[in-house]
């Protein structure tokens, strides 16, 4: 039986890699090179580390390898945007690649490295702030219709200006990492994998994505809001994702620092790390998730499809809301840490949303609950998600969660999945050691 194409792409390009392999071997052996051939290579090479078999719904199927098979040509460190932009370019499509990513990278720079700011995407669109506010004021543009006319334009215009710089696209058969010990992140950025497949992210901090231009949408409930467009991490369309050991942070621009305009937060940020588009086969692990408000999205909308992710061992501080906000699909939470100690303006108001019928299994997850917090808080949904929940702990106690939220509340979550993972690896049988060791263990800069 033929492969399927993803499957094909990964043996070609193993099989390129152990040519090259070979190569390298034979050359070492005649005295023509060293067996390492880079600083940072050898047994321990992050960069061409793979996700481990039965670790969650992406190592389903064929795996994610993500760039493992890469040729020297496509193996390169990066230190600035423009290196960043050039090695996710280079080569065929959906040739294997490694991208190690040294010391932070501002997104918000022009292909010289010179920092741009809100002001430089604005410059030339006609679009002020002033003008939007003045055109867009419910007392005069009512609350029915989403803006329309000459300051939209000019925003969209600006703001389509923006992502020509912050948005940077992931291509299938890719790792990108962070070298270890060198503070490596993305701040301002948007890493966007959409419809490829076999990616790897590991070992970044995602930093402050903030969107200049955000749109304001007077029909968004009751009283309208401000939306941003960007996330950190976008996955739309994507298969077999490794994102792990990252950090995802508002820092150093907090919410309480947005303005309000028309009696709303003027909303910088959008999500951390959205799953959505029929995303399938995603596994989330030891991430630090700090600072934020609307964290994670499973699911675009509640027609969305396929949806099967894996969330274990990450940490959740400081989070308003969306830890996840899962739809339709299959979602496994295990050994992760919920936090809802209020943090730099950041209150809590739910971490897990079950919706539009998803399956969600939780099992021996750690919520720390702070004094202004109820158990039956934790939990939201819509009345049609289920949450079988197994082992998880409020503050060092098992606690029926679904039973806390359905005494509390009218839309009732169902406490049965109909399904049972198998890919679990690493399940650890009791919570009660989270808080302090995914402390040492989650978030960037812990690999070496």
């Given at each position: 039986m033929p492969?399927?194409?993803s499957?094909?792409?990964?043996?070609?390009?193993r099989?390129?890699l152990?040519?090259?392999?070979?190569?390298l071997?034979?050359a070492?052996g005649?005295?023509?090179?060293?067996?390492?051939?880079?600083?940072?290579?050898g047994?321990?090479?992050?960069?061409?580390?793979?996700l481990?078999?039965?670790?969650?719904?992406?190592?389903s199927g064929?795996?994610?390898?993500?760039?493992?098979?890469a040729?020297?040509?496509?193996?390169?460190?990066v230190s600035?945007?423009?290196?960043l932009?050039k090695a996710?370019?280079a080569?065929?499509?959906g040739?294997p690649r490694i991208?190690?990513?040294?010391?932070?990278i501002?997104?918000?720079?022009?292909?010289?490295g010179?920092?741009?700011?809100?002001?430089d995407?604005a410059?030339?669109?006609?679009?002020?702030?002033?003008?939007?506010?003045?055109a867009?004021?419910?007392?005069v543009?009512?609350?029915?219709?989403?803006?329309?006319?000459a300051?939209?334009s000019?925003?969209?215009?600006?703001?389509?200006?923006?992502a020509e710089r912050?948005?940077?696209?992931?291509?299938?058969?890719?790792?990108?990492?962070g070298?270890?010990?060198?503070?490596?992140?993305?701040?301002?950025?948007s890493l966007?994998?959409?419809k490829?497949?076999?990616?790897?992210?590991?070992?970044?901090?995602?930093?402050d994505?903030r969107?200049?231009?955000?749109?304001?949408?007077p029909?968004?409930?009751?009283?309208?809001?401000?939306?941003?467009?960007?996330d950190?991490?976008t996955?739309?369309?994507?298969?077999?994702?490794w994102?792990?050991h990252n950090?995802?942070t508002?820092s150093?621009h907090?919410?309480?620092a947005n303005?309000?305009h028309?009696?709303?937060?003027y909303?910088?940020?959008d999500g951390a790390?959205?799953?959505?588009?029929a995303?399938d086969?995603v596994?989330?692990?030891y991430?630090?998730?700090?600072?934020?408000?609307?964290?994670m999205l499973?699911?675009s909308s509640d027609k969305?499809?396929k949806?099967?992710?894996?969330l274990h061992?990450?940490?959740?501080q400081?989070?308003?809301?969306?830890?996840p906000?899962?739809?339709v699909g299959?979602?496994?939470?295990?050994?992760?840490?919920?936090?809802?100690t209020?943090?730099n303006?950041?209150?809590?108001?739910y971490s897990?949303?079950?919706r539009?019928?998803?399956?969600?299994?939780?099992?021996?997850?750690?919520?720390?609950?702070?004094?202004?917090?109820k158990?039956?808080?934790?939990?939201?949904g819509d009345g049609t998600?289920a949450?079988?929940?197994?082992?998880?702990?409020?503050?060092?106690?098992?606690?029926?969660?679904?039973?806390?939220?359905?005494a509390?509340?009218?839309?009732?979550?169902?406490?049965?999945?109909?399904?049972?993972?198998a890919?679990?690896r690493g399940?650890e049988?009791?919570?009660?050691?989270?808080?302090?060791?995914?402390?040492?263990?989650a978030?960037?800069?812990?690999?070496?």
């Amino acid at each position: 039986m033929p492969l399927p194409p993803s499957s094909h792409r990964r043996s070609s390009a193993r099989r390129r890699l152990a040519l090259v392999t070979t190569g390298l071997v034979a050359a070492a052996g005649l005295g023509l090179l060293p067996f390492a051939t880079r600083a940072d290579a050898g047994a321990a090479d992050l960069a061409h580390a793979t996700l481990p078999a039965q670790d969650g719904w992406a190592s389903s199927g064929s795996g994610t390898t993500g760039g493992q098979a890469a040729d020297a040509l496509h193996d390169t460190t990066v230190s600035t945007r423009a290196e960043l932009v050039k090695a996710l370019r280079a080569g065929p499509s959906g040739a294997p690649r490694i991208i190690r990513v040294k010391g932070r990278i501002d997104a918000n720079t022009d292909d010289q490295g010179r920092p741009l700011t809100c002001a430089d995407y604005a410059q030339g669109t006609g679009y002020t702030l002033a003008a939007y506010l003045k055109a867009y004021d419910p007392a005069v543009w009512g609350r029915s219709k989403l803006p329309s006319g000459a300051q939209e334009s000019a925003r969209a215009a600006a703001q389509a200006k923006q992502a020509e710089r912050v948005g940077l696209t992931v291509p299938s058969n890719t790792t990108v990492i962070g070298v270890p010990g060198t503070g490596a992140g993305i701040s301002g950025g948007s890493l966007l994998v959409q419809k490829a497949d076999n990616v790897i992210i590991r070992n970044l901090t995602f930093a402050d994505t903030r969107d200049c231009f955000p749109q304001w949408d007077p029909t968004d409930g009751s009283e309208g809001n401000w939306n941003s467009a960007y996330d950190a991490v976008t996955l739309r369309g994507a298969t077999h994702v490794w994102a792990d050991h990252n950090t995802f942070t508002d820092s150093p621009h907090f919410d309480a620092a947005n303005p309000r305009h028309f009696g709303r937060e003027y909303q910088v940020h959008d999500g951390a790390l959205d799953i959505t588009n029929a995303s399938d086969l995603v596994t989330v692990s030891y991430n630090r998730f700090a600072d934020h408000d609307k964290t994670m999205l499973i699911g675009s909308s509640d027609k969305d499809s396929k949806l099967r992710v894996t969330l274990h061992h990450n940490v959740f501080q400081g989070i308003v809301q969306r830890a996840p906000l899962a739809r339709v699909g299959q979602v496994h939470l295990y050994n992760n840490h919920f936090d809802t100690t209020p943090r730099n303006g950041y209150t809590h108001g739910y971490s897990v949303n079950a919706r539009a019928g998803v399956r969600i299994v939780a099992q021996n997850n750690h919520w720390t609950l702070s004094p202004d917090r109820k158990t039956s808080q934790l939990l939201s949904g819509d009345g049609t998600g289920a949450f079988a929940g197994s082992g998880n702990m409020v503050n060092g106690s098992v606690t029926d969660l679904v039973a806390a939220h359905n005494a509390a509340n009218k839309k009732k979550i169902k406490p049965e999945a109909t399904w049972k993972p198998a890919l679990a690896r690493g399940l650890e049988a009791s919570a009660a050691d989270l808080p302090a060791s995914l402390a040492r263990r989650a978030g960037a800069g812990v690999l070496k």
